[in-house]
Each structure stands twice: as structure tokens, then as C-alpha cells.
């Protein structure tokens, strides 16, 4: 069945590519001359023909919930580590933010920093930080995916960094693989809703969102027990220091 599935993209990636050098032609014969069309800069895309708009639900959606948060908290300033680059970028335009990262990025925009930073050894004091995100990070510390030691538990000392330098009231938003509990070596883990609730005994849950792969769908509060039920959801944890 697999080789099946196989032959038949391929047979969909021929029949779409030999189409789009039917739309060449086409459009070569019927040009207006505005534009130098040559076979040397042809590109084929073979996959945007959709019906919808298709999109990644989990990086598509958790930035989207964590901006929704920081308009209703407001701080002053945010500090994200190494979440998805264009979620500190955009947020900057009307918040200041700090952005970390092992491999950090060079940026220059205005109200935006960019540093590198280990996630087990974060450069803050205890208690210092009011406003904090880290999201589809904590799942691949450890791995050596991005360069990082080997370390099984190195998730669960970047959980307890986070932890550690969050201001007393302050908020963190956490998002994280959530359902059956497994490590997809060397990608990234995928926890239970309990797991993650665990590792941070000194914060208060104040709100979890899922974004399901059933329901194809963030849901916004979630009852913790959909998680049971998911293969690869996303877990948006918004906790806050007790």
C-alpha cells in the first residue's frame, strides 16, 4: 500500500508539471511582450493549486494564540526564547522583545533584539522576568538537532530555567507537541498534558489551548482531556508564577 501511495504523488507530479508546461506555452504565445519569457527561468510549483488555503496548524496557530495573550496582558516588554522567528518580529511592531536563540538570528528592526542564549543557562536573575514565551523549543532540547549535547533530560532543565526566572505574577506561554508521550528522535518529544503541568510545580496553570491535528483546529479554552485522543497536537500552556 505505501509503494502505491508513492506512484500515485508521482503519477499527481508529472500530470501537474506536464500542465504547467501547457500553461508555459500558452502564456508565451498569448505574452504582451512586457515581460522576457525564456525556458531558462522556468519554475514550476506543482503544489499551490489548492482549493483552500493550506497552512501548518501548529505554526500557524500558537503564534496567533500567544499574540491574542500579549494584547490582553500587556506588559511592558517581552522576552521570547527561540520560539518561530516571525512571531517575535511581528509582536515587535507594537511591543518591545527581546529575541534568544542558541543560533541567534541578524536581525534590524526596531523594538526587536536578537541574542544567543543556552536554554539550560538563561542570562536572567531569579524572579526577573514578567513576561516570558518559549514555544516548540522545549520538545527538542536535548536532541542535538540544533547542535545541543545529547542530554535526555534536557527539557526538563530548560523547563525548570523558565520556571526559575519568571517574575512572581508574571506570565510564561508555553507551547509543546501534546499526546501519546513518545521522543520522535532526534525532532522533537511529544508530551501528555500532564507531564508539562508537572514540570512546573511552582506556576499556576491559568489557561490551556489546544491545537488539534483531529479537529484540524485550535480550541481556545480546551478541555485537557482532548489531549488523550491526539497523535500530534499542540499544546498552548499560559501559566503563571505563583
Not at 526596531?110 to 536572567?124: G, M
Not at 538537532?145 to 533530560?153: A, E
Amino acid at each position: 500500500m505505501p509503494m502505491i501511495k508513492r506512484l500515485a504523488r508521482k503519477a499527481r507530479s508529472f500530470l501537474r508539471a506536464f500542465l504547467i508546461i501547457k500553461d508555459f506555452r500558452k502564456f508565451a504565445v498569448e505574452s504582451d511582450g512586457r515581460f522576457s519569457i525564456a525556458w531558462r527561468d522556468f519554475q514550476p510549483q506543482l503544489s499551490d493549486k489548492t482549493v483552500r488555503t493550506e497552512f501548518d496548524l501548529h505554526y500557524i496557530y500558537h503564534p496567533a494564540w500567544a499574540a491574542r495573550v500579549l494584547a490582553e496582558t500587556k506588559p511592558a516588554k517581552h522576552i521570547d526564547i527561540s520560539s518561530s522567528l516571525s512571531f517575535s518580529t511581528l509582536v515587535s511592531a507594537w511591543l518591545p522583545v527581546d529575541f534568544y536563540d542558541f543560533r541567534p538570528a541578524d536581525l534590524r528592526l526596531s523594538n526587536l533584539t536578537s541574542q544567543s542564549v543556552d536554554l539550560n543557562r538563561l542570562p536572567f536573575s531569579d524572579n526577573s522576568v514578567a513576561s516570558l514565551s518559549c514555544m516548540h523549543t522545549v520538545e527538542h532540547i536535548g536532541l542535538g538537532r540544533y547542535g545541543d549535547k545529547i542530554d535526555p533530560r534536557g527539557d526538563l532543565k530548560a523547563m525548570a530555567e523558565l520556571a526559575r526566572v519568571l517574575a512572581p505574577g508574571g506570565n510564561l506561554l508555553l507551547a509543546v507537541p501534546v499526546g501519546q508521550p513518545r521522543i520522535c528522535f532526534n525532532a522533537h518529544r511529544i508530551y501528555s498534558f500532564e507531564q508539562i503541568v508537572s514540570s512546573f510545580p511552582t506556576l499556576a496553570l491559568r489557561e490551556f489551548t489546544l491545537i488539534s491535528e483531529k479537529e484540524k483546529t485550535m480550541i481556545r479554552p480546551a478541555d485537557p482531556k482532548l489531549v488523550k485522543v491526539e497523535r500530534y497536537g499542540c499544546g498552548c500552556f499560559w501559566f503563571v508564577k505563583k
